[in-house]
């Protein structure tokens, strides 16, 4: 093995290759009589072969090394593979961002040992500094916000501005909104169904839960400044870009339990709402294959290659299974559990799950169909129950197996050109055959998730307005599916039983999302609801107008000011620039809507 200590030369190199975002240079000296050829493998590439980069020549005489110059990836530490007729050196090392870097092979002292040294011409960029700073940008607004907050709450500044004004408006401006956490009059909306907590008021948590998600959700997807971890993991694995999309699923079936429970207080009959519920999932899925999915900057909708699954798919059949599930065993008159008779018994502790057992058994159900699909279907000329990305991984004994049965069963049930044709373990793991995140099988996981939520729901109808049972049955729950998850992976990414894979939407996966959900619901609801420390916003408002923030964002993602042409389109600067301008458009937009109240439901 090849040391990876880095050895800093007095003199630059001069090269004139113009690198990209997250690339280096690295020269490689061959003062070998042999050439060596250079290969690469990423630290993230599970059991993968290596990639060749290119071939260096021996050296012509001695004192004249053979040289060529490669461009590589410094996303995240690879492996470097010296290989020529006598030796076989190896050399892991993380690269700098438009980094200049070398490495020398040759003989020791003229023996028959080989040695390599990397030395390093020119220090790579600091990639990272736009991010420190725009935390401190988008902090220091905070501050301001709640000082001037802080002030304007104050008696003597509120009796100078009324004198000022003259009128009320002042005061009602000063109570506005803008810093009143505790207001119940707020519109009723959650862009699926629109779900008032309890009969008395509407928690805020809950749809600035949703707007975290949200925010998040379109920063990513504008591109996050197109750096790795804003990005989807290639397979195993999780990234920020990977928390979001579970998170809005979760929430939305916590909305779910409050809503149809108010809806049937107020006199809404079973049959109603079930009608309600079809038509709105039409309406979700209609919206995401005919204006999210097709590009008509490209030309008029091609149905020889429309993508059929979608997010908005997705959350339309796990909200249409959730609602039914939920519709079928719902109560109209709850019972407070903390202060039932019943809690005397044993089992009372899980009466919030054994009064809705039927649609529990269902859910167990479907993810007994999961599993035996995802391990028993036979995959043509894969093996059962394959779990990888196919491609260069494992070896690359799999290379058509992408997914396993989740791959073959969108190809089979929905035809190659009609599921998502670049997914995201191309990046690291070379693949080649198309495969949607989105898919059929892992359908069946969302709708798991979003139950998961829907728990959480009736947790908040059944210990009403107590704050501590409700967040300690939280956290109950987010240790046990924590634990679950733990058992599943073995505690790692790759070895475990089933790993965290947000392209198959796994099981481990959906228990680790669902504990960091139950975990940060918790401390928003504590934050928000319970002390009132904070009012939610800016989550808040996009969380009240969520489907029209997400529709409009994708539909809009390339007009000016969400997106325009940049001096360097290789700078991380620029593109993290770019991205939060969009966001926070977009989070403006809400606000603005907000105060207008004009909010999108279906």
Not at 145 to 167: C, H, M, P, Q, Y
Not at 227 to 244: I, K, Q
């Amino acid at each position: 093995i090849c040391p990876a200590t880095t050895h800093f030369a007095g003199f630059p190199h001069h090269k004139h290759i113009a690198l990209k975002m997250d690339e280096a240079l690295l020269t490689v000296n061959n003062e070998l009589d042999s050439e060596v050829v250079v290969s690469w493998m990423s630290e993230r590439c599970y059991q993968c072969l290596y990639q060749q980069l290119g071939v260096v020549p021996a050296g012509s005489s001695p004192g004249q090394p053979g040289s060529v110059d490669f461009v590589v990836s410094t996303q995240h530490e690879i492996t470097l593979q010296l290989n020529s007729t006598p030796v076989n050196l190896e050399l892991p090392f993380h690269f700098g961002e438009h980094g200049n870097y070398s490495v020398w092979v040759k003989n020791l002292n003229d023996s028959s040992v080989v040695n390599c040294s990397l030395v390093t011409h020119a220090d790579p960029v600091n990639s990272y500094i736009p991010i420190l700073v725009a935390f401190l940008i988008f902090a220091g607004l905070a501050v301001v916000s709640a000082i001037g907050k802080t002030i304007l709450g104050l008696d003597a500044v509120k009796g100078i501005l009324f004198r000022i004004s003259g009128t009320m408006e002042t005061e009602r401006l000063i109570n506005s909104e803008l810093g009143s956490p505790g207001r119940t009059g707020a519109p009723l909306t959650d862009n699926i169904l629109p779900p008032p907590p309890s009969p008395s008021k509407r928690l805020r948590s809950l749809d600035t839960f949703r707007g975290i998600s949200l925010v998040i959700m379109v920063f990513v997807n504008y591109g996050g400044g197109r750096y790795w971890f804003f990005r989807h993991e290639s397979w195993n694995g999780l990234t920020v870009a990977d928390l979001v999309f579970p998170w809005f699923v979760f929430i939305m079936g916590t909305s779910i339990a409050l809503s149809i429970n108010a809806m049937l207080r107020a006199g809404s009959t079973r049959r109603s709402l079930l009608g309600k519920i079809l038509w709105r999932s039409l309406q979700l899925f209609i919206i995401g294959v005919f204006i999210i999915n097709p590009n008509y900057c490209q030309g008029p909708l091609f149905w020889n290659n429309l993508r059929i699954p979608g997010v908005l798919q997705r959350l339309a059949w796990s909200y249409l299974a959730v609602a039914c599930l939920d519709l079928l065993v719902a109560r109209v008159k709850l019972i407070n559990i903390s202060v039932s008779v019943l809690t005397d018994a044993w089992w009372s502790p899980g009466l919030d799950v054994l009064l809705y057992w039927p649609a529990w058994l269902c859910v167990l159900l479907l993810e007994m169909i999961w599993l035996f699909l995802t391990f028993a279907l036979p995959v043509p000329g894969c093996p059962t129950g394959y779990l990888g990305p196919g491609g260069i991984g494992d070896m690359g004994l799999y290379a058509n197996c992408t997914g396993g049965a989740a791959g073959f069963l969108d190809r089979w049930l929905l035809g190659e050109n009609h599921i998502y044709q670049t997914p995201s373990s191309r990046v690291i793991y070379a693949t080649h055959m198309p495969y949607d995140p989105e898919g059929v099988l892992g359908s069946i996981n969302s709708i798991l998730m979003a139950f998961l939520g829907l728990q959480a729901g009736k947790i908040i109808l059944h210990y009403r307005d107590l704050h501590t049972s409700i967040m300690s049955r939280f956290l109950i729950w987010g240790l046990v599916l924590g634990v679950i998850s733990a058992v599943l992976t073995k505690c790692s990414t790759d070895q475990g039983f089933i790993p965290v894979n947000k392209n198959l939407w796994s099981l481990s996966y959906v228990t680790t999302l669902a504990c960091f959900a139950y975990v940060l619901l918790v401390l928003v609801y504590y934050t928000v609801d319970v002390k009132k420390w904070w009012s939610g916003a800016p989550f808040y408002y996009p969380g009240m107008n969520s489907i029209l923030v997400y529709v409009g964002h994708e539909v809009f993602e390339e007009y000016f000011p969400f997106r325009w042409q940049m001096a360097n389109s290789q700078s991380h600067t620029e593109h993290l620039t770019q991205n939060l301008v969009a966001t926070s458009c977009w989070v403006f937009i809400s606000y603005v809507l907000y105060r207008k109240k004009i909010f999108w439901k279906i």
